[in-house]
């Protein structure tokens, strides 16, 4: 049990556009997600909290009108990267806290953005 | 501001030899703390949650201690394979009085099992 799906799994896009990311919990439901940021060779970065039903709280310099975090059900959050730059390419990864399990995480597998 | 730190960066052993990978974290109020496998390109695999309340955790040939007062915690892999070949991230979840928070990931021990 306890798993966490992201599609896509890999997306190049050019600048500009918008990139809508998905992440589903599929055997449980979770109140609260997390999204995460990871470059080359460095460790993830935690960009927002996002609860069901309520605004995602950004962590500090992480910009909210740029990345869009919607919540609408205990197992669906989506991160909409807008006006997507080269900047931005980077491998996003989604994580689902499971209720009663001493706030356990689990992650999803993961998306590159490559925007061009 | 909650820091995280791996040690060492990178390890290669031979296959068949037991190893610790080092954690330690600035800020001793945590309210878990997390290691994690990634293989390259890959999201993440939990392998051990430790409680703040706790100060072990055992998984097949893994095992996670946690000293929260020192501010460490080491991840033993016992008679190490070369399918434990990954990255091992630790992450600690700081204690926010009920609410979830995100987790402060270590940049994490490269380790290559040498066949």
């Known amino acids: 049990g306890a798993v966490v799906s992201q599609h896509p799994s890999r997306v190049i896009c050019k600048s500009g556009t918008s990139v809508k990311i998905e992440c589903r919990s599929l055997?449980?439901?979770?109140?609260?997600m997390f999204w995460y940021r990871q470059f080359p060779k460095k460790s993830l970065m935690l960009m927002a909290t996002s609860n069901e039903g309520s605004k995602a709280t950004y962590e500090q310099g992480v910009e909210k009108d740029k990345f869009l975090i919607n919540h609408a059900s205990l197992t669906l959050s989506t991160l909409t990267v807008t006006s997507a730059h080269p900047e931005d390419s980077s491998f996003y990864i989604c994580?689902?806290?499971?209720?009663?399990?001493?706030?356990?995480?689990?992650f999803g597998p993961g998306t590159r953005l490559t925007v061009l | 501001k909650q820091e995280v730190t791996q040690i060492p960066a990178a390890l290669s052993v031979p296959e068949g030899e037991n190893l610790v990978l080092n954690c330690s974290f600035t800020?001793?109020?945590?309210?878990?703390l997390q290691w994690f496998r990634q293989d390259p390109g890959k999201g993440l695999t939990s392998l051990l949650l430790i409680q703040s309340s706790q100060r072990e955790q055992t998984s097949g040939r893994l095992n996670a201690s946690l000293d929260k007062s020192s501010g460490r915690s080491t991840l033993y892999i016992a008679a190490s394979q070369p399918g434990d070949s990954a990255t091992y991230l630790c992450?600690?979840?700081?204690?926010?009085?009920?609410?979830?928070?995100?987790?402060?990931f270590g940049k994490g021990t490269h380790l290559i099992i040498q066949p």
């Open positions: 992450a600690v979840e700081a204690y926010s009085g009920g609410g979830a928070d995100g987790l402060t």
């Open positions: 800020d001793s109020a945590i309210y878990n």
């Open positions: 994580s689902a806290m499971r209720s009663g399990s001493y706030n356990e995480q689990f």
């Open positions: 055997d449980f439901q979770a109140t609260t």
